[in-house]
C-alpha cells in the first residue's frame, strides 16, 4: 500500500522569499504523484502533477516539483512566494494501476509574512 | 455550472440525526469520489463511482455510512445515526474519465459539526 509523509506541518516564509515543501512516499513502483492547494472555503486545485519522463515538473502559479526516485521524495518549490500563496499544500500519490484513488498526506500549512 | 459543487456548505446535526451530503459533479464526468478530511488531515478516501456503479467503498468507517449515485450523475452520501467523530468536511471530486492521469476537481466540501 502507498503511504505519503509532509514532515512540516507549518511554514512561515516572507513575500519574495523562497519556498520549499517537503513530500516523502512509499511505493513499490513509479507511482503517480501529485501537489493539491487548499485556501479557506475553496476546494482542493491541482498545482502539478508527475506520471512518469522528465523529473522536475512545471505547474500553475509557478510552482514547481521534482522527483527523486533514489530519495522517494517529491518536493514542491516556488522560487519567490507571493501573499496569495498562503494556504495549506497536500501531496499525493496513486497507484498506476488504479482508478484514481489519492492518499493524501496530512498537509503543510503555509503563512506568508510581509 | 464549471465546476464540482456540493450541498449544504455547512450541516449542524444532533447526535443521533440522519444526514444527506450532496455532490453535483461536472457534467459529462465518469468519475466521482468521496473523500473525509478531518480537522489538521489529509483528505481520506470513502468512496469511488464509475457512473452509477459504485466500484470502491473500502474507505466507509462504518455501516452508518452509505452512498449512491443513481443516475450516474448527482451523488449523495448518508450518514445515519451520526457519532461526533463523523464531524469533518466531506468532499467530492469528479473526472471526465477513469484513472490517475485524469485530473480530479474538487468541490468546496460540506462541513459537517455532529453535536
Known amino acids: 500500500a502507498q503511504s505519503v509523509t509532509q514532515p512540516d506541518i507549518h511554514i512561515t516564509v516572507s513575500e519574495g522569499a523562497s519556498l520549499e515543501l517537503r513530500c516523502n512516499y512509499s511505493?513499490?513502483?513509479?507511482?503517480?504523484l501529485f501537489w493539491y492547494v487548499q485556501s479557506p472555503g475553496q476546494g482542493l486545485q491541482l498545482l502539478l502533477k508527475y506520471f512518469s519522463g522528465d523529473t522536475l515538473v512545471q505547474g500553475i502559479k509557478g510552482f514547481e516539483a521534482e522527483f527523486k526516485r533514489s530519495q522517494s521524495s517529491f518536493n514542491l518549490r516556488k522560487p519567490s512566494v507571493h501573499w496569495s500563496d498562503a494556504a495549506e499544500y497536500f501531496c499525493?500519490?496513486?497507484?498506476?494501476?488504479?482508478?484514481?484513488?489519492?492518499?493524501f498526506g496530512a498537509g503543510t500549512q503555509v503563512v506568508v509574512t510581509p | 455550472g464549471a465546476g464540482v459543487s456540493q450541498s449544504p456548505r455547512y450541516k449542524v446535526a444532533k447526535r443521533g440525526q440522519d444526514v444527506a451530503l450532496r455532490c453535483d459533479p461536472i457534467?459529462?464526468?465518469?468519475?466521482l469520489f468521496w473523500y473525509q478530511q478531518a480537522l489538521g488531515q489529509g483528505p481520506e478516501f470513502l468512496t469511488y463511482?464509475?457512473?452509477?456503479?459504485?466500484?470502491?467503498k473500502s474507505g466507509l468507517p462504518s455501516d452508518r455510512f452509505f452512498a449512491e449515485r443513481p443516475e450516474g450523475s448527482v451523488s449523495t452520501l448518508k450518514i445515519q445515526r451520526t457519532q461526533q467523530e463523523d464531524s469533518a468536511v466531506y468532499l467530492c471530486a469528479s473526472s471526465f474519465l477513469a484513472g490517475l492521469t485524469d485530473t480530479q476537481y474538487f468541490g468546496p466540501g460540506t462541513r459537517l459539526t455532529v453535536l
Open positions: 499525493a500519490v496513486g497507484a498506476t494501476d488504479s482508478w484514481g484513488k489519492f492518499q
Open positions: 457534467s459529462g464526468h465518469v468519475s
Open positions: 511505493y513499490g513502483a513509479t507511482p503517480y
Open positions: 463511482f464509475q457512473n452509477e456503479a459504485q466500484l470502491d
